[in-house]
């Protein structure tokens, strides 16, 4: 059966049903709107995009992961210590690709896989609860995880599992999702989402998760008790996630590092060179001093 996630039709059709309905019920529109939100709205890949995929995962082995959220499934890149890729929202893992080469050459094994609700794994209405239990689960199955890279919402799921006890030496996050208020303003600007469907968007969001929603997934709250060191990186013209986010965010860590970008936005900078070389070196420096500590 084909995904609601791989239909622009689907999605041009909630976007109007929540535009006629935003002037007679905030209520109607708000839960519309929360449709929108919850939904990876992924782009269709044609033949082309899926050769060149399986191009850039040549030599991986597949895998597969039987979590509480459905069969999820992945890759796995070489051997060494395990560094778990996380993708964004209406992603896949092969996404986070740049990072395999130099990852697996500097002696680390790359594991990753399609998030609940994307790619070929099973279908679910994600949320970033959702996905942050997928990424423990997952890491539980590998076994000991060193590191885990985690891309917008990926980076924000990340920080979930760190609050519920995912033990990694380090952690990379590349234009993390910190800020659940910004998150959504940005949301129905881009979409331009009418007014009265944004509160009511905000009252679903309050309904599912409770009051505390917004300080439960912004800094400080979203890594309060996390001591795991992090590495921030992030774009000054992201379009997506704002850099003054991570900004905040890198202040309310005390392990954590900032490295803000110039015109790279929130897709290049997973494929940028200086980006990939300072992650891989931060990942190398956490274990070097963890295998001191030993």
Same mark, same amino acid.
């Given at each position: ?28 529109a ?5 449709r929108?939100?919850?939904?990876p709205?992924s ?29 999820l499934?992945? /890759? ?22 740049? /990072? ?12 990753g /896989? ?9 279908w ?29 919402i990926g ?23 910190s800020?659940?208020?910004s998150?959504?303003? $940005? /949301? ?9 469907a944004e ?10 998760f ?16 996390v ?28 392990q ?11 897709g $290049? ?9 300072e ?9 070097s001093?963890r295998?001191?500590?030993?």
């Amino acid at each position: 059966m084909r995904r609601i996630a791989d239909s622009t039709m689907a999605l041009r059709a909630h976007w109007m049903a929540m535009n006629l309905s935003a002037p007679l019920s905030t209520r109607i529109a708000g839960a519309i709107a929360a449709r929108i939100w919850f939904t990876p709205w992924s782009v269709p890949l044609g033949s082309r995009g899926k050769a060149r995929q399986e191009r850039w995962l040549e030599g991986a082995r597949p895998l597969s992961f039987d979590t509480s959220h459905g069969t999820l499934r992945g /890759f796995s890149a070489s051997a060494g210590p395990t560094i778990l890729l996380v993708h964004g929202w209406g992603d896949r893992a092969a996404s986070m690709r740049a /990072f395999i080469t130099p990852l697996t050459e500097a002696g680390y094994r790359v594991v990753g /896989f399609d998030q609940v609700g994307h790619g070929s794994s099973d279908w679910k209405q994600p949320n970033a609860y959702i996905l942050a239990d997928a990424i423990r689960e997952v890491a539980e199955a590998i076994g000991e995880v060193r590191s885990v890279v985690g891309h917008s919402i990926g980076g924000l799921a990340t920080m979930i599992a760190l609050r519920d006890g995912l033990e990694v030496d380090s952690v990379v996050l590349i234009s993390p999702s910190s800020n659940l208020q910004s998150v959504v303003r $940005r /949301f129905g600007s881009m979409l331009k989402i009418p007014r009265r469907a944004e509160v009511g968007l905000h009252r679903e969001l309050e309904k599912r998760f409770g009051k505390n929603v917004w300080e439960n997934l912004a800094a400080p709250g979203l890594i309060r008790g996390v001591e795991t060191p992090a590495l921030i990186v992030h774009d000054r013209n992201d379009p997506q996630v704002s850099h003054e986010d991570s900004e905040l965010l890198a202040r309310s860590w005390p392990q954590a590092q900032l490295m803000l970008t110039e015109d790279l936005g929130h897709g $290049r900078i997973l494929r940028d060179e200086s980006v990939l070389s300072e992650a891989v070196s931060f990942i190398k420096r956490l274990e070097s001093a963890r295998s001191h500590s030993l």
